[in-house]
């Protein structure tokens, strides 16, 4: 398997536009998180999914962020309309749960938004 | 409430050992994990303890887990230069919330 595929890798946009992030899990994962990794919060869960299913998404800051997982081979994060502060490398990891849920993490995607 | 907590910044010399620590809140964490960020890559799993632990040792790697206080440290044993990157401490919250912490970026110098 080629492990997590997420893309693209980097993103420039302005502000305003619709951006959307697309991530491959792993085939036979049943889990799948999106997480944000900037320099002042860290690593932050964004939203995860169970079976496609969303189980938790607290994370998510703001109704501009949706997330969506229409089979179990893919998933976008779509940000409308985008704002600077969303600029961050943004995560997608696949797991499956034998005991502990070990996840298997994407390159990222470098968004900046000007 | 889930919150994990790391200092930022970590440097050692070459040979060395390095001690990462961690801090995390919510009591009913299963598992504990050390994920490893090299630059311009996503995070990599290192090493994991099962919250009924409380130390394990993996070659150059040791986990502590004070569950008690909440705290997990890493020990890296003969730091090498190629220990450099950010490490994660990260919880498994049921039903399998995996919460991260802010990292801590390891600088090993000669």
């Known amino acids: 398997d080629a492990g997590v595929i997420q893309s693209p890798r980097h993103e420039v946009t302005e502000m305003g536009q619709e951006v959307t992030l697309r991530c491959k899990p792993i085939?036979?994962?049943?889990?799948l998180f999106w997480y944000r990794q900037t320099m002042m919060r860290g690593l932050e869960l964004l939203i995860y999914?169970?079976?496609?299913?969303?189980?938790?998404d607290s994370g998510m800051p703001e109704d501009r962020f949706s997330a969506k997982m229409p089979n179990a081979s893919f998933s976008t994060l779509k940000i409308q309309p985008s704002e600077p502060r969303d600029s961050a490398v943004y995560f997608c990891?696949?797991?499956?749960?034998?005991?502990?849920?070990?996840?298997?993490f994407g390159q990222g995607t470098r968004l900046t938004v000007v | 409430g889930e919150d994990v907590e790391q200092s930022l910044f970590l440097s050692v010399r070459e040979g060395d050992s390095s001690v990462i620590n961690c801090t995390y809140t919510?009591?009913?964490?299963?598992?504990l994990y050390w994920y490893k960020q090299e630059p311009g890559a996503g995070l990599q799993l290192l090493t994991y303890?099962?919250?009924?632990?409380d130390m394990k040792q993996d070659q150059r790697l040791t986990v502590l887990l004070n569950k008690k206080d909440k705290h997990l440290s890493l020990r890296i044993a003969d730091t090498q230069t190629g220990d450099s990157a950010i490490y994660f401490c990260?919880?498994?919250?049921?039903?399998?919330?995996?919460?991260f912490g802010t990292g801590t970026r390891l600088q090993v110098f000669p």
């Open positions: 990891a696949s797991g499956t749960r034998t005991g502990n849920t070990e996840a298997f």
């Open positions: 085939s036979g994962h049943d889990y």
């Open positions: 999914f169970n079976n496609n299913v969303p189980i938790d």
């Open positions: 919510d009591s009913s964490s299963t598992y």
């Open positions: 303890i099962f919250s009924n632990m």
């Open positions: 990260a919880e498994s919250i049921p039903p399998d919330k995996l919460i």
